[in-house]
Structure formats: structure tokens, C-alpha cells
């Protein structure tokens, strides 16, 4: 009998169970590929700032909160591990290629000034100082400092390392439905028939939450997939760092982004399309990219080109996370964060171990119970 069971083994419930553990539960977590689905795809951002949305002020709290508990974080399961963890604490520099672009991205900075958040403009000759390989074509940009990201492999490997150190238990089994008496989650069934009983479970089941058997079919969250390719390039040995830090660019009305990793790596994403659990990568979105990237940044003509992968985001109706109670008794939700999961995943953990514990929802999660949706 564990104290709590986590479903999905993504970085959200590999940080949950984790944390859990940390905090002298029993844990075990399920997931035939710890690691494997969405979260081997993602970009890493951390960006609460440059991602801000008009009228999602509780969201940008919480992003706020999970961006400034990432350094703590990646340091408790370095020391714990040994291994990093990939934070990379390089800030965005946001930059717009032609004049619309640049109107676009003054709105915006405009909104985050009036947010309070810490934005900087630049004129395109500023942002070539700080990224001298950009376009000579970029004509102006926006200096987010507090912005960062996050090698989401690297901090995969470490949070399973992590896990495992913690005494968690990592079934690599599929789970086939949550199990209940009357209105109470009691534990999950494996597709290997075997049973695991639990006072909580938890459900960090990303864009098949809605899918998860053994739910009234009123309680299934509205989570539903949205694809997201992503192209994974090499800089040769005479370009690096081809880029110092994340670009977020706006060019010709289309948007790209390209985050550099230790090693040479440059990640280019992403799309963006609705075709279900569909995770083939085609060929229009692969050039899309390119195009974006190679308008921004020439020299992608001639980077190495390593890998191609589509992932699906858990999105919901109004972008934000679903967070703690389910609406059956001992079943709580970590899930729904859709371009946030990277970011989300120290407060997320931080908060599904403090309701845990104390059997309260921490107030910062409060706006995001499934409730809001009717559930």
C-alpha cells in the first residue's frame, strides 16, 4: 500500500513523486517510458514573461512563482544526483524582423511594463550587439532577462535519478483505469492485471488525461492534445555558441524560436495543429521551420541537421493547468499545462506534495481546479 500513486512519468510526475518522497511518502510511480512522450520533445522554455497572454494574470502568477523556484530546484537534485539538472539562466532576447513584426512586439512589451514585468527594447542594431549572427534584416527586439530554459532531456535523466534515489518505486507499466470504492480513488490497474493500492493517486497523464478509464464521464478533465513539431540542428565547431541565448522571433508574421544547448544543440520550434493523437512529423512543418529560422538566423543553412520529432501539448480550454482536486475523492489532477510544463514543474510538484500533506490546495493553484470547467 503506497501513500500515493502517480500516473504518467513525464517530468510533471517524475517532480511529483519525487517530491512526495522527499517529503517521507511511499511513492510509485507508473509509465511503461518514463520520460519518452511529451517532455523528451519539449523546447525547455521558461518563460512566463515573453509567453504572457492578455487577461491570464492568475497564470502569469503562477508562472512567475515556478520560474523563481527553478534555481532552488535544479540545485536540490544536482546535489542529490550529481548530474545536471540543465538549467541554463541565459535570459530571451524576443526580436522582430520587419515593421509589423516590430509593432506586434512593442504592444506586447507595452503589457508587460504594465504588468510589472522587467522588459527591455531595442533597436535591431542593439539586439545584433547581443546576438551577432541574427539577421541583418531584424529590426528591433525586446530584452527579457529573467527568462531562461531548461534542457528538458537533461533534467528528465535527473529527476528519474532523483526519483529512484528517493526510494520512489518506477513500475514501467501501463495503467488501464484508476481503481475506486463508491466515490474514492483507491489505487490504478496495470495492463499486467497487477493492482496498486494507494491513499492518493495522481494523475500527471499530460494529453491522455481525458482518456483515463475508471472516471465518471463527468469528471474527465478537457484536455485535449495539440501537436507541436520541433527540429533539433548542430552548430559546427566554427559558429559556437551560433546563440547566447533563447531567440523568440517574430518574422513576417510567423513565429519561431530557437533555444542553444550545451554542446552545440540549437532547438527550432514549434508548430502548432489540432489532428488528435497524431504525432507523424510532416514535411510542411519541417520546412515552415526552417524557413522561420533561416529568416532570422542565416547561418541555419548550414548547421547539421540532427533530429526531427513531433510531441502533443495537454492543452484545455483557457491554456492553463489543471491542478489538485478531481471531483472523486483522492484523485487529484497534474496535468493540462500545455506550453508550460518545463516551467510548471517545480510549483507543481511543490503543490500537488502540499495538498498531499496537509490535504488543502495551496492558494496559488486554487484558479486552476477543474471546477472552473463545470466538472
Known sequence: M????????????????????TDGAQVTICDPTPGAQTSNVAAGMLAPVTEVEFGEDDLLALNLASVNAWPAFAAELEQLTGQPAGLHQTGTLSVAYDVDDVAVLRRV???????????EELSGRDARRREPLLATGVSGGVWVPGDHSVDNRQAVATLLRAAELSGVQIVRQHVTRITTSGTTATGVLLDNGDTVH?????????????????LPEELRPPVRPVKGEVLRLRVPEAYRPALQHTVRATARGFSVYLVP???????????????GYDTRVLAGGVFNLLRDARTVLPITDELEFVESIAG??????DNAPILGPSGLDRLLWATGHYRNGVLLTPVTAQVLAETVRTG????????????????
Do not use: C, M, N
Request: hydrophobic share 45%; no cysteine.
Open 2 to 21: 503506497a501513500d500515493a500513486v502517480v500516473v504518467g512519468g513525464g517530468l510533471i510526475g517524475l517532480a511529483t513523486a519525487w517530491r512526495l518522497a
Open 261 to 275: 544547448r550545451a554542446g552545440g544543440e540549437l532547438v527550432v520550434g514549434a508548430t502548432s495543429s489540432e489532428l
Open 109 to 119: 512589451a507595452e503589457y508587460q511594463r504594465r504588468l510589472g514585468l522587467e522588459v
Open 360 to 375: 488543502t490546495l495551496p492558494d496559488l493553484a486554487k484558479p486552476f481546479l477543474v471546477s472552473r470547467f463545470g466538472h
Open 312 to 317: 502533443l501539448r495537454p492543452a484545455t480550454p
Open 198 to 214: 494507494a491513499d492518493y493517486v495522481i494523475a500527471a497523464t499530460g494529453p491522455w488525461s481525458s482518456q483515463l478509464a475508471g
